[in-house]
C-alpha cells in the first residue's frame, strides 16, 4: 500500500475546525479512518447557543415568550419531542404541571410581582428566616421571601441544574426572575448546568476527557459506533482544543488497541497494578504454604502465621538448619533446589505457571506504565514548546514558519508514544506466534524512533537545536513512518485472531 | 438553639393556631419541667372522608433538625405503621420531606401534614418503604383494604 492511501480525503472537511487539521493527525487515523465517524466540535459557549436556539424556535411553534420556553425545555430535560407533543395534547396540564400557570392557587390572582421594597417603619417579615428585611421577592403565587433567604436558596438550587420553584409552594421561577434576586447572571449558571446534563443525556454527545478540558463533541452518525466498536475499529474524534480521544470509551486515544481490549486491560491495571506492585516489593510468600508474608521486623527467622513453618527470610529454607551456621545461607539453596525436585512437583508446575503469567503482565504493565509517564514528562516539555520556537526564532534570527518544525516533531513525538503505549496492551493479549514475533519488531522499531525523538527534545541550546532541524525532520519522518506501521501490524494482528481476550 | 430556628419554630406555632386545617392538630411537647421542646412536635392527621382511612386521626411525632429550615423535618407515624409509604420504623417516605427532592425552606407545617394526609389514601407504589403494605397494594387490594379499615379502628376518634 502507499503512503497516499492512509492520508485522509478532505470532502469532509467543514467538519473539523483548521486548527486540528495537522498533518501528524493522520497518520493515525490509517486504522481510524476519518470518515468513519463523523462529528461536530463545540465548546460550551457554542452549546449555550444551541440551547437558546433551540428555546427561540420553540418559542415561535408555542407562541410564548423565550424565559417560559427556556423552563419547559428545563423541566423536560431538553427533550423538546416531548414536551412538544405533550403541549400539543394539553397544554393546561403541562403548565400547571411544571408550575408554569397560577390558575389552580386558590383562583388567586396576585399583581404586583417581583421586587419588593418596605421601610424600617413597616417592614417585610420573612417566613423562612423570620427577621424583618426591606426587601423582598414575590412570585405569582404571591409568596414573597426576603432576598437573603431567596439568594442562600438560589446559590444551593443552581447546582441542581433543575427548574427552580418557589421556596413555599410548585410555582416555578423563570431565568428573569432568578436574574433579578440574585443580581447576578444565574440563570445562566442554571443554563450551564443544564448543559452538563443535556450532554450527559445525549447519546450523540461527549464532553472531552481531557483534565480541565470543557469542549464538547456531537456525533453524527451515532448509530454506526456500536458497529464501529464490534469490528474492531476505533471512534476517535478530536475536540476544538486538539485532544484526540474515543467516543465510544470517553478516554484518550488508545490506537492501536480496540475499545474492548483498552476496557479489559483498564481494568486489569485498576485491579492488579498496584496491589502486585505492592506486593512483589513488600513480600515473600511461606515457602511451605504459599501465603504472602510482609517482614515488618529486623530478624529473618521467620515464622509463618499461619502454618507455622519457621523458615529463613534469606534462603527460604527451613530454620532447622540453621542453628548453628547463623545466616550463611548459601549452602542451602542446593538442598532446597533438591528437597523442591523432589516434594510436590506438580503444585511447583503449577505455581511457575502463575509467576509466569503474573511475569507477563507485569512484563507488559512496566513497559505501559513507563510510556505513560514519559508521555507525561514529553508533555511537559512539548507544553513549553511555544517558548523554545520563540527563543529559536530570537537566538538564532530564523523565521517562525521556520521554527515551525518543533510544533510539529512535537506533536508527531505526543502521538507515537501514545500508540507505543497502548500496543503494549495489544501485546499482552495476543497468543505467541509468528504474528506476534512480527508485532514485536515493528514495535521495537517504533519505540526506537520515539526514543531517538525524544532523545533530540533534550537538547536545551538554541543554536544546536536550529543546526539539528533536519536531525528533527528526519526522526520525525522516521516516526510516522513506524507507527503507520505499528497500526498495520497490529490490525493484522488482530485480523489473524490472535487476539485472546 | 439557633434564633433563626427559634423564631422560624416560634412563627410556626403562632400560624398553626392562627390558623389550621380541620380535623388536625399539633403542638410542641412539653419537657418533664413544663417547658416546651419547639423542635419536637406531636400531631395528628385525620383520615380523608369516604376513604378507608376515615374516622379516625393518625398521630405523628415531627423533629425540625437543628439546620432547619435549610433541613426538612423528620416526621414519623407509629413503628410498624401499615402503608406502602411508611419504612418500619414509621418514617414518612414524602418527597417535600426528602432534602435532596423537593424539600423547600418556605414549606410550613400545615403544608407538611397536608402533604401526609393526601399521602394516605394516595400511596406512591414507586418508592416502598416497607414490604406488607407494598405488596399487598399491588397484589391483593382486598387485604390492603382490610389491613387499613383495621388500622383505622385503632386509631379511631374518641367518640
Known sequence: MSDEEFEYTDDSDSLYSDSVDDDNFKIEDSLVKHDIVQYKQHTTREMMETLHKKCTKLSEVLGKPHDYVVTLLQSYKWNSEKLIEDYMDDPQDVELRLGLSTVKLNGEHHENTGLQTYTEEAPFSCFICCEDKLESYKLKCGHEFCLDCYRTYLNEKVKQANVIKCPSCDVALTPGDIDTISGTNGSSVLLENSIKEYVERHKTYKWCPSPDCNAIVEVLNSSDIAHLVDTNQIPIVICSNGHRFCFNCGFESHVPAPCNVTKQWINKCKDDSETVKWITTHTKTCPKCDTSIEKNGGCNHMTCRKCAYEFCWICLGTWDNHNNQYYQCNRYQYEQAEKNNKSAKDKKLQDEATKKSLQRYLHYYNLFNIHEISTKQDKSRCDVVENTVREVQEGVGISWIEAQFLVDSASTLLNARRVLKWSYAVAFYCDRGYSLDLFETVQAGLADAVEALSLLFEISDVEVIAKKKLNFLNASKLLEDRQRAMVLATEETINNGTLRL | ?159
Not at chain 2, 403562632?14 to 413544663?34: C, L, N, T
Not at chain 2, 419504612?87 to 414524602?94: A, Q
Not at chain 2, 387499613?148 to 385503632?154: D, F, L, M, N, T
Request: hydrophobic share 30%.
Open chain 2, 1 to 159: 438553639m439557633s434564633s433563626l430556628l427559634k423564631n422560624r419554630l416560634q412563627e410556626e406555632r403562632k400560624q398553626w393556631r392562627k390558623d389550621h386545617p380541620y380535623g388536625f392538630f399539633a403542638k410542641p411537647e412539653k419537657s418533664a419541667d413544663g417547658s416546651l421542646n419547639l423542635q419536637s412536635w406531636t400531631a395528628g392527621v385525620p383520615g380523608k372522608d369516604n376513604t378507608i382511612w376515615e374516622n379516625a386521626t393518625y398521630p405523628l411525632t415531627i423533629t425540625f433538625p437543628n439546620d432547619f429550615p435549610s433541613k426538612p423535618p423528620k416526621v414519623r407515624l407509629p413503628a410498624g405503621f401499615y402503608h406502602p409509604n411508611v419504612y418500619p420504623s414509621g418514617t414518612i417516605c414524602l418527597s417535600i420531606l426528602n432534602e435532596d427532592q423537593d424539600w423547600r425552606p418556605g414549606i410550613n407545617l400545615k403544608q407538611i401534614l397536608l402533604g401526609v394526609q393526601e399521602l394516605l389514601d394516595t400511596p406512591n407504589p414507586d418508592s416502598p418503604a416497607q414490604e406488607p403494605a407494598w405488596r399487598a397494594f399491588g397484589k391483593d387490594r382486598a387485604l390492603y383494604e382490610k389491613k387499613v379499615i383495621e388500622q383505622a379502628k385503632k386509631y379511631a376518634k374518641a367518640g
